[in-house]
């Protein structure tokens, strides 16, 4: 089974904002595969398919986004889903807007949801895509800027963004992730 994994905060407050984008990625994948997010005992919104002939899983943590890990281990642990078969969907900062980058591996680069996942998993040896928000200008707190909504400028590169990151993962489903790094990074 492979999982996918878009990290985000939960509530309304949360919807629409920067740090959600991998939220944006999980819905978008859902209205493709016909996915139902429940509720489930993993601590955040989960559901399967079968795409292409592979099961599928597709997570949002609610537990906030600095303890993403608390929500991604257990599930992983109950459906014995193996490291290699994980890929995490996230906001990045030392992206521009609209930017994809697909990484096999690496640090947290100081996403703290990553460092949870990085942590609970005990490996920084997981797939990932990362969809560019920009850094916040004239010395807007980094807080500010992720809990805060894209502009309109912005909007249209990052909806492309994630229709590119969801067409990644499609494929991902299907050929090996070296491939999709060729086909996707930017």
């Known amino acids: 089974m492979k999982l996918f994994v878009g990290l985000g905060n939960p509530g309304k407050e ?15 994948l859902a209205k493709r595969w016909n996915v139902s997010l429940k509720t489930a005992k993993f601590r955040g ?10 099961k599928v899983a597709l997570c949002k943590p609610l537990t906030y986004m600095n303890l993403s890990g608390e929500c991604v281990r257990p599930l ?7 490291i290699d078969d994980v890929i995490v969907i996230y906001d ?19 996403h703290n949801g990553v460092k ?15 969809i560019g928000i ?16 894209f502009t309109e400028e912005e909007k249209p590169a990052v ?11 499609e494929q ?14 930017e």
Do not use: W
């Open 14 to 28: 949360y919807e629409q904002t920067r740090h959600n984008v991998g939220f944006f990625v999980i819905d978008e």
């Open 45 to 54: 919104l989960f559901g399967t398919a079968s795409v292409s002939g592979e």
């Open 76 to 82: 992983m642990d109950y459906y014995d889903i193996a």
């Open 92 to 110: 990045d900062l030392d992206l521009p807007p609209g930017k994809i980058r697909l990484r096999l591996k690496g640090s947290s680069g100081g």
């Open 116 to 130: 949870s996942l990085i942590h609970h998993l005990g490996t920084e040896q997981f797939k990932r895509i990362r």
């Open 134 to 149: 920009g850094r916040p200008a004239g010395g807007q707190p980094v807080t500010d800027y992720v809990l805060g909504r």
């Open 159 to 169: 909806d492309k963004a994630v229709l590119r990151a969801a067409d990644a993962c």
């Open 172 to 185: 991902a489903v299907k050929a090996p992730f070296i491939q999709v790094m060729n086909d996707f990074n």
